[in-house]
């Protein structure tokens, strides 16, 4: 009841039909930083929510500025994520994603110090000004690279395990 198989045939078959790993990997760093909308979405809540900061809040009004923030930041996140077609295995992830992380954390909270305390003999609100523009742009000129470095080193974690399937 059953038909030979050409071992070599289905083999061709199956490369013919696969889905090329280049496109995934495309996809995947295509979609890694959400493009230039959810980076701009976020450096816009990161200047609103620092420069209403020089508003001299009460001590109230700050805690509720900063739920709102983490708020509207987890908004944001979650509604990245439901939008991405390509969702990564955790297995995926590595060190790089880490570094890429706490160095944007570092960099753009090192900035925002900073700017507060270069521009501490100015009016708050003016201060505020001047502290939200330059930490909501060092984050945006920051994002782009790191999440190109990051998301580089799948394909080539990807080429490897391909060259050693092929192995086998």
Do not use: C, K
Not at 77 to 86: D, F, G, K, M, T
Not at 156 to 162: L, S, T, V
């Amino acid at each position: 009841m059953s038909t030979p198989v050409n071992a070599e045939q289905a083999w061709q078959d199956l490369q013919r039909i696969r889905v090329p790993q280049e496109r995934v990997y495309d996809e995947v760093e295509r979609s890694a930083s959400g493009g230039p909308r959810a980076t701009y979405a976020t450096a816009a809540l990161m200047w609103l929510f620092l420069a209403g900061l020089g508003l001299d809040l009460p001590p109230w009004g700050v805690v509720l500025a900063a739920l709102a923030y983490v708020a509207l930041l987890g908004w944001l996140a979650v509604a990245h994520h439901r939008r991405s077609r390509v969702q990564l295995h955790h297995s995926r992830y590595d060190w790089r994603t880490l570094a890429t992380f706490a160095g944007g954390a570092v960099v753009t909270g090192g900035t925002t110090v900073l700017a507060g305390r270069l521009v501490e003999p100015l009016a708050p609100l003016a201060g505020s000004l001047v502290q939200a523009t330059a930490s909501a742009a060092v984050f945006v000129l920051f994002v782009g690279p790191a999440t190109r470095w990051s998301t580089g080193a799948l394909r080539g974690r990807g080429e490897r395990a391909a060259r050693v399937e092929a192995g086998r």
